[in-house]
T-cell receptor
Framework: ETGVTQSPTHLIKTRGQQVTLRCSSQSGHNTVSWYQQALGQGPQFIFQ???????GRGNFPPRFSGLQFPNYSSELNVNALELDDSALYLC???????????FGQGTRLTVV | TQLLEQSPQFLSIQEGENLTVYCNSS?????LQWYRQEPGEGPVLLVT?????EVKKLKRLTFQFGDARKDSSLHITAAQTGDTGLYLCAGAGTASKLTFGTGTRLQVTL
C-alpha cells in the first residue's frame, strides 16, 4: 500500500453536473499530481500542486480545477461534466518535485 | 507534444514464454519509468532508468534505456500468470510531470 488514498472509489454523475474528487497524499509528501485515465489508455497529466500552488498543467480545459490544502491533501473539481469525462482519475504524491510518484487506487467517474 | 508509443498494445502468451515490450518516443526524456497497473488499482513503479544505454534487472524483468534516451524496452523471461497486467512506460519531464505511453496489456495463461 502506497499511503495515497482517494475518495470516493466510484461515482456516477449526470452530464452538466459538477464533481469533487479528493486525495490524501502520503505522509510528508508536498507534491500532488492528478491524472485522467480513459479506458484502455495511459494516464494523461491534468495538473500538479506543490506547496498549495499550481505547478504545471496539462492540456485540459479550465473547467478542470484543483486545490491543495496546508496538509497537502488535494481536490480535483470538474464543472459542467461531459460524457467524455468518464474515466479513472488518479492522484499521485511525491516527497518533492522530481521524486518518485506514488499513486492512489483512483476514482472511477462515470458520466451518464 | 511529447508522445510515447508502446508496442504491442495487447499480448497474450502462455506461462513460461518470453516477451518484450517496446516504448518509443520522438522526444528525449531526463528519465524513463516503467509501471505495472492491475485492474482497480493505480500504477505501481517497477523501475526508473536514467542513463542512455542503461540496463536494469529486476528478477525476471530486464529494462533497457536507449542510447539516445528516446526509447526503452521491457523484457520478461519465463512469464508467470502473476505478470498479467497493464504495463506503462512514462517519460519524466519537469517537476514530476509524467508523460505516459499508450500501454501494453499482457495476459499470461497456464
Amino acid at each position: 500500500e502506497t499511503g495515497v488514498t482517494q475518495s470516493p472509489t466510484h461515482l456516477i454523475k449526470t452530464r452538466g453536473q459538477q464533481v469533487t474528487l479528493r486525495c490524501s497524499s502520503q505522509s510528508g509528501h508536498n507534491t500532488v499530481s492528478w491524472y485522467q485515465q480513459a479506458l484502455g489508455q495511459g494516464p494523461q497529466f491534468i495538473f500538479q500542486y506543490y506547496r498549495e500552488e499550481e505547478n504545471g498543467r496539462g492540456n485540459f480545459p479550465p473547467r478542470f480545477s484543483g486545490l491543495q490544502f496546508p496538509n497537502y491533501s488535494s481536490e480535483l473539481n470538474v464543472n459542467a461534466l461531459e460524457l467524455d469525462d468518464s474515466a479513472l482519475y488518479l492522484c499521485a504524491s511525491s516527497l518533492e518535485q522530481g521524486a518518485e510518484a506514488f499513486f492512489g487506487q483512483g476514482t472511477r467517474l462515470t458520466v451518464v | 507534444t511529447q508522445l510515447l508509443e508502446q508496442s504491442p498494445q495487447f499480448l497474450s502468451i502462455q506461462e513460461g514464454e518470453n516477451l518484450t515490450v517496446y516504448c518509443n518516443s520522438s522526444s528525449v526524456f531526463s528519465s524513463l519509468q516503467w509501471y505495472r497497473q492491475e485492474p482497480g488499482e493505480g500504477p505501481v513503479l517497477l523501475v526508473t532508468v536514467v542513463t542512455g544505454g542503461e540496463v536494469k534487472k529486476l528478477k525476471r524483468l530486464t529494462f533497457q534505456f536507449g542510447d539516445a534516451r528516446k526509447d526503452s524496452s521491457l523484457h520478461i523471461t519465463a512469464a508467470q500468470t502473476g505478470d498479467t497486467g497493464l504495463y506503462l512506460c512514462a517519460g519524466a519531464g519537469t517537476a514530476s510531470k509524467l508523460t505516459f505511453g499508450t500501454g501494453t496489456r499482457l495476459q499470461v495463461t497456464l
